[in-house]
């Protein structure tokens, strides 16, 4: 678990704070003369009425302590005690304090005395600190964390433009990019690319694959499997997969080389029957078989 960040309990013991706090400002007691006269109190009539810095300000700093808890080191002690255990203690502490005040008449027998809106606000706001403090540290769903790691992607839905970033077109990409189609410098649609097969350019070293002097010249098919024709019409695009897909080798072989990722834009180079040959930000280049719910740039 990572001690720096707020988690699911935490939810739980800050929205009862604020729900103590509101609660102070609400009537906690109703007081009647027997006249007909009534007057009423709040938490914050008498700052330092008992109530006031045993229910409130007791939840209101434990509240606190178990936040400051996550962002400071986990070896931090106060008294031998670690800031969420002060808090936890705290909060135990002002469900007990809210009990009795349900209970006792601090004005004495003389005056009625009515339970306010506020009192019993704040003492289900208690209630419910202490349960989610204490239960934080037991149950696994409320130590997760409140804000994943990473911090929250956002899904794109399938006809949605995805947000731009590395590898949407028109972005600044990071780093020069490799020549393949639709870069400045790389091979334009329609003319196959020597490395993969196809004719080579002149002035090129002979190697392996071309023809050496004397020798006749291989036609461009019986150098390589027969594959699905390319389209000489296509023209290059960008797309994004609606999920992860993996890319194949370009020759055909079913060896992935790269796997695309949904939220991030890749190169359509050349389009055999219903696959694809896209291009990855390094520079990769495979056989995308899956094109069915792709999203066209």
């Given at each position: 678990?990572?001690?720096?960040?707020?988690?699911?309990?935490?939810?739980?013991?800050?929205?009862?704070?604020?729900?103590?706090?509101?609660?102070?400002?609400?009537?906690?007691?109703?007081?009647?003369?027997?006249?007909?006269?009534?007057?009423?109190?709040?938490?914050?009539?008498?700052?330092?009425?008992?109530?006031?810095?045993?229910?409130?300000?007791?939840?209101?700093?434990?509240?606190?302590?178990?936040?400051?808890?996550?962002?400071?080191?986990?070896?931090?002690?106060?008294?031998?005690?670690?800031?969420?255990?002060?808090?936890?203690?705290?909060?135990?502490?002002?469900?007990?304090?809210?009990?009795?005040?349900?209970?006792?008449?601090?004005?004495?027998?003389?005056?009625?005395?009515?339970?306010?809106?506020?009192?019993?606000?704040?003492?289900?706001?208690?209630?419910?600190?202490?349960?989610?403090?204490?239960?934080?540290?037991?149950?696994?769903?409320?130590?997760?964390?409140?804000?994943?790691?990473?911090?929250?992607?956002?899904?794109?839905?399938?006809?949605?433009?995805?947000?731009?970033?590395?590898?949407?077109?028109?972005?600044?990409?990071?780093?020069?990019?490799q020549p393949g189609y639709g870069y400045p410098g790389g091979p334009q649609p329609g003319v196959q690319d020597p490395s993969y097969g196809g004719q080579p350019q002149p002035g090129a070293q002979p190697g392996v694959g071309q023809p050496q002097p004397g020798q006749q010249p291989q036609a461009p098919q019986q150098a390589q499997a027969p594959q699905a024709a390319a389209d000489p019409n296509f023209q290059p695009f960008w797309f994004a997969v609606p999920v992860a897909r993996?890319?194949?080798?370009?020759?055909?072989?079913?060896?992935?080389?790269?796997?695309?990722?949904?939220?991030?834009?890749?190169?359509?180079?050349?389009?055999?029957?219903?696959?694809?040959?896209?291009?990855?930000?390094?520079?990769?280049?495979?056989?995308?078989?899956?094109?069915?719910?792709?999203?066209?740039?």
């Amino acid at each position: 678990m990572n001690n720096r960040s707020l988690q699911r309990g935490d939810a739980v013991v800050i929205g009862a704070a604020v729900l103590l706090f509101i609660a102070s400002f609400l009537d906690f007691y109703t007081i009647g003369s027997g006249f007909g006269d009534e007057d009423s109190r709040n938490g914050w009539s008498n700052f330092w009425w008992p109530v006031m810095p045993t229910v409130f300000l007791g939840g209101l700093i434990a509240t606190v302590l178990i936040v400051v808890s996550r962002f400071v080191p986990a070896e931090l002690r106060i008294v031998g005690m670690k800031l969420d255990q002060w808090g936890i203690a705290l909060t135990v502490f002002a469900v007990w304090s809210g009990f009795w005040t349900l209970l006792a008449n601090p004005l004495g027998a003389k005056e009625a005395l009515d339970v306010g809106a506020g009192q019993v606000m704040a003492f289900i706001a208690v209630i419910l600190m202490a349960a989610g403090a204490i239960a934080t540290p037991l149950l696994p769903p409320l130590r997760a964390g409140l804000i994943p790691a990473g911090g929250f992607k956002q899904s794109q839905p399938y006809g949605g433009q995805p947000q731009p970033g590395y590898g949407y077109p028109g972005a600044p990409q990071q780093g020069q990019p490799q020549p393949g189609y639709g870069y400045p410098g790389g091979p334009q649609p329609g003319v196959q690319d020597p490395s993969y097969g196809g004719q080579p350019q002149p002035g090129a070293q002979p190697g392996v694959g071309q023809p050496q002097p004397g020798q006749q010249p291989q036609a461009p098919q019986q150098a390589q499997a027969p594959q699905a024709a390319a389209d000489p019409n296509f023209q290059p695009f960008w797309f994004a997969v609606p999920v992860a897909r993996p890319l194949t080798g370009e020759d055909g072989s079913p060896t992935p080389i790269a796997e695309l990722t949904p939220g991030t834009w890749y190169l359509a180079v050349e389009q055999r029957g219903q696959a694809l040959i896209a291009q990855t930000q390094d520079g990769r280049r495979g056989l995308l078989a899956d094109t069915s719910g792709i999203q066209r740039g």
